[in-house]
T-cell receptor, first 111, second 112 residues
Framework: NAGVTQTPKFRVLKTGQSMTLLCAQD?????MYWYRQDPGMGLRLIHY???????AKGEVPDGYNVSRLKKQNFLLGLESAAPSQTSVYFC??????????FGPGTRLTVT | DAKTTQPNSMESNEEEPVHLPCNHS???????IHWYRQLPSQGPEYVIH???SNVNNRMASLAIAEDRKSSTLILHRATLRDAAVYYC?????????????FGKGTTLSVSS
């Protein structure tokens, strides 16, 4: 099993550009999450999903959109990137026990 | 939302036990206590979780106070690989589903 994978691993955007981060899991988990982590800070929840076709807002949802069209995939979109969105983005998945499995992260820089 | 309080940093020597404290005085009866850790440049890793009783697994032990307002993660013999940020998290249940809220955690340093 690959576990949780994230694409891409690194990305540099200019202000105003858009992009989509892809998260995939092969553990048949119902729940999936997107977090961001800024230097020296803990993780903050952006959006999460409790099942295919459902999404919910976390702590810091502004400027991001998500979609869960397939159970194994959770997409995070930035419609108009801003320098404040420079961060490391982590995806995670879990079953009902909420033991979360995390991906390796995507390092995003917005200039 | 229930909150947790942890020391910013702790130090330990290799081969010694480490006790990482966490206060959660506003915990509700249905909140589980989870611990995760994050090694440098990696995603977080699940360590252990519990509700009321003490829990043991291959990585650590979790001691939960009788009133559940505090808990302690115990690493029985610290190794250099245990140097990480440790997060104490309460499971929050709301109408839309369930989520874990991470704080800043405790940075554990291990010396040889």
């Amino acid at each position: 099993n690959a576990g949780v994978t994230q694409t891409p691993k690194f990305r540099v955007l200019k202000t105003g550009q858009s992009m989509t981060l892809l998260c995939a899991q092969d553990m048949n988990h119902e729940y999936m999450y997107w977090y961001r982590q800024d230097p020296g800070m803990g993780l903050r929840l952006i959006h999460y999903s409790v099942g295919e076709g459902t999404t919910a807002k976390g702590e810091v949802p502004d400027g991001y959109n998500v979609s869960r069209l397939k159970k194994q995939n959770f997409l995070l979109g930035l419609e108009s990137a801003a320098p404040s969105q420079t961060s490391v983005y982590f995806c995670a998945s879990s079953d009902w026990t909420l033991e979360q499995y995390f991906g390796p992260g995507t390092r995003l820089t917005v200039t | 939302d229930a909150k947790t309080t942890q020391p910013n940093s702790m130090e330990s020597n290799e081969e010694e036990p480490v006790h990482l404290p966490c206060n959660h005085s506003t915990i509700s009866g249905t909140d589980y206590i989870h611990w995760y850790r994050q090694l440098p440049s990696q995603g977080p890793e699940y360590v252990i979780h519990g509700l009321t009783s003490n829990v043991n697994n291959r990585m650590a032990s979790l001691a939960i106070a009788e009133d559940r307002k505090s808990s302690t993660l115990i690493l029985h013999r610290a190794t250099l690989r245990d140097a990480a940020v440790y997060y104490c998290i309460l499971r929050v249940i709301n109408q839309a589903g369930t989520a874990l809220i991470f704080g800043k955690g405790t940075t554990l340093s291990v010396s040889s």
